[in-house]
């Protein structure tokens, strides 16, 4: 069954509106206006004001180039021609990458036939474009507008627990790695990435409705999102590295002592993530993270032969993977006590992770 969002239906009743009021004016330039309001309606209030701003300077441009040509020159291709190439030149010169393809568009429309001239077409069609632009961005910022916040916080948790799921998964199948088949891997890896893509997208649109006071949780939700595509990476290392250091004398006794180490990370993960933005009074994770990160960091030992030296390397870097994830958990910590303000009781957030 199709779902009908809030932002379908409010283009549907900014169109409608639109339509309403241009043809309240007596003249038949309605899906000029229908256009415009239609693209008004953004998946942000600034977007939609930037959509609207874009959309009436290309209706200047195309407009006013187009009306001068034919004003002075009249129709004819090669005019038609030469003033396309101006209208793109003033684009280029004054950096307006945006507008060029519509006002393009604009000035073929306005340099074609019309029933009323040349002025009279310039005029109602910029009028109609920017009752369509201010009911479009009115709609999308009055009615229902979109909590980019909420939404990204549940983007961020879905992924995190998809990517515990991964880790906990590889962790437990460590002992025989090759158990694991490369399609596998790269097909959970590639479902666990969709979701961080997701959380990534959520919070582009997040950063461009963001106050002032709310930079810092900004900031700690973007690298909350890279620390997972991090994590995502070293797993799939872990268990690479896997295939050649299970044949270490050492691999038994160590692997155990990674498991147990992963599982932590997961644990960590969840009370760090869950806590993104409120402030830590107790110091224990930080703590905890640090001895993770020291403990792994070292190859605790060196190959016995030279039948030794890869596996012993793949060993080492498994070590180091996990501490390469203690280390990004720790230094998100950090980020996340550097850059938030003291909460207010009544703008604390937090989100749980079941």
């Known amino acids: 069954m199709l779902r009908i969002g809030p932002r379908l239906w409010k283009t549907g009743l900014a169109v409608a509106l639109t339509y309403l009021l241009v043809s309240l004016t007596g003249h038949h330039y309605e899906v000029y206006g229908c256009v415009a309001a239609a693209l008004a309606v953004a998946p942000s209030a600034n977007r939609s004001l930037r959509t609207m701003g874009n959309q009436i300077a290309a209706n200047l441009l195309g407009g006013l180039v187009g009306s001068l040509a034919i004003l002075l020159f009249g129709p004819g291709p090669i005019v038609i021609g030469g003033t396309v190439v101006l209208v793109l030149l003033i684009s280029q010169q004054f950096g307006w990458k945006d507008l060029a393809a519509t006002a393009v568009t604009v000035t073929l429309f306005v340099m074609a036939p019309h029933a009323d001239s040349v002025t009279t077409y310039t005029a109602w ?89 709310q930079l810092g949780q900004k900031e700690v939700t ?105 280390n990004r958990l720790g230094r998100l910590h950090v980020a996340k006590e550097a850059a938030l303000p003291p909460v207010l009781a009544d703008r604390e957030v937090v989100y749980s992770i079941s």
């Open 222 to 326: 973007e690298r909350a999102i890279k620390v997972l595509s991090s994590l995502l990476e070293r797993i799939q290392v872990i268990h690479k590295a896997a295939l050649a250091a299970q044949r270490a004398a050492e691999f038994p006794v160590m692997l155990a002592e990674i498991q147990q180490a992963l599982t932590a990370l997961v644990a960590h993960r969840q009370a760090l993530y869950a806590s993104l933005f409120t402030p830590d009074t107790t110091r224990q994770l930080p703590e905890l993270l640090a001895e993770i990160e020291q403990r792994f960091e070292s190859p605790a030992g060196l190959p016995a032969s030279a039948e030794e030296v890869e596996p012993f390397f793949r060993l080492y870097r498994m070590r180091s993977s996990v501490s390469y994830m203690a």
């Open 125 to 213: 069609r910029l009028l109609s474009v920017l009752i369509g632009s201010v009911v479009g961005t009115a709609v999308n910022a009055l009615i229902l507008p979109p909590d980019y916040r909420q939404m990204t916080l549940k983007a961020v948790e879905r992924a995190g627990l998809a990517l515990d799921a991964f880790v906990l998964s590889v962790s437990d199948r460590l002992a025989d790695p090759a158990a694991i088949t490369k399609r596998e891997i790269l097909a959970t890896a590639s479902s666990v990435e969709a979701q961080i893509g997701e959380a990534r997208r959520l919070a582009s649109l997040l950063s461009e409705s963001a106050r002032p006071d």
